[in-house]
Structure formats: structure tokens, C-alpha cells
Nanobody, 122 residues
Framework: QVQLVESGGGLVQAGGSLRLSCAAS????????IGWFRQAPGKEREGVSC??????HYAEPVEGRFFITIDNAKNTVYLQMNSLKPEDTAVYYC?????????????????WGQGTQVTVSS
């Protein structure tokens, strides 16, 4: 059974850090593009970061603050989020794209986790 499970969200003050985890079961993450997306209340879902074949990609609002990595031994992708801002508040989702393309379009991803809430207080 293919499954993605996010964890690591929570409440943090502005300027703080969190590390999100995306653990996969039923398939090998390294063969897929793994993207992180977020959706804030009343806003559309947006791509945050992606990793594919060791190449990383970041949306402009998080460039230099967020870092995506993969631990193949644990079949887990991480999103290290530093210097968090209130506008980073959202539900964060990880998703897997078997085409391995790191598309910014969520519709290209076949598998999704349930999401984890990140709240940044000012």
C-alpha cells in the first residue's frame, strides 16, 4: 500500500525553525520527485520545494530559508524550515510524482500525504 505520512508541524514563533518529515511506505522515494506544497486558509495550494535525482528546487518566498533533503535509508524526505514568518502558516503536504519531474503543479503528483499544520506566531 502506497502511503506518505507527514510529521513535524506545530506552533513556532516568528524567526524559529521546524523540520517536517515525509515518510514513505509501499514505494521507494528516491525513484520519484517529492514535492512539498502548502495551503493557507482562503488561499490556493502552492508549491514550496521539490527534490528529484538529487536536484532541489525552491519557490521564491522560501529560497534561502527552507531546505529539502532525502534520507534514502529511512525512505524519508525532510523540509528544514528556518527563519519562519507568519506568512508561512499553512497546512504542509508532501507528494510524489512518478514522472520524477518536480512540476510546480500539484495535479502532476499521484500520491499525497494527509498534511501537517504549521503555525507561525508573530
Amino acid at each position: 500500500q502506497v502511503q506518505l505520512v507527514e510529521s513535524g508541524g506545530g506552533l513556532v514563533q516568528a524567526g524559529g525553525s521546524l523540520r517536517l518529515s515525509c515518510a514513505a511506505s509501499g514505494f521507494t522515494l528516491d525513484y520519484y520527485a517529492i514535492g512539498w506544497f502548502r495551503q493557507a486558509p482562503g488561499k490556493e495550494r502552492e508549491g514550496v520545494s521539490c527534490i528529484s535525482d538529487g536536484s532541489t528546487h525552491y519557490a521564491e518566498p522560501v529560497e534561502g530559508r527552507f531546505f529539502i533533503t532525502i534520507d534514502n535509508a529511512k525512505n524519508t524526505v525532510y523540509l528544514q524550515m528556518n527563519s519562519l514568518k507568519p506568512e508561512d502558516t499553512a497546512v504542509y503536504y508532501c507528494a510524489a510524482d512518478p514522472a520524477n519531474l518536480c512540476s510546480p503543479r500539484g495535479s502532476e503528483y499521484d500520491f499525497w500525504g494527509q498534511g501537517t499544520q504549521v503555525t507561525v506566531s508573530s
